[in-house]
């Protein structure tokens, strides 16, 4: 008894999407960039907050 999903399988998926390397490096580079972006655009969290203020005035800048 032969099993052709395990065949089907081995097969590379096809699709009609060709990326080049260098189109590949712009859109992940773009994503990151609007991730940490918003990363950076978060307020700190009043924990952290409270632990800079208390590190800045025992280690003025």
Sequence with gaps: M?????????????NSLSLGQEQVAVFIGHSLRSLYGEVLAAD???HLEALVLELEAKYPP
Aim: aromatic share 0%.
């Design 2 to 14: 032969q099993n052709s999903n395990s065949d089907d399988r081995k097969q590379p998926i096809q």
């Design 44 to 46: 700190l969290p009043e």
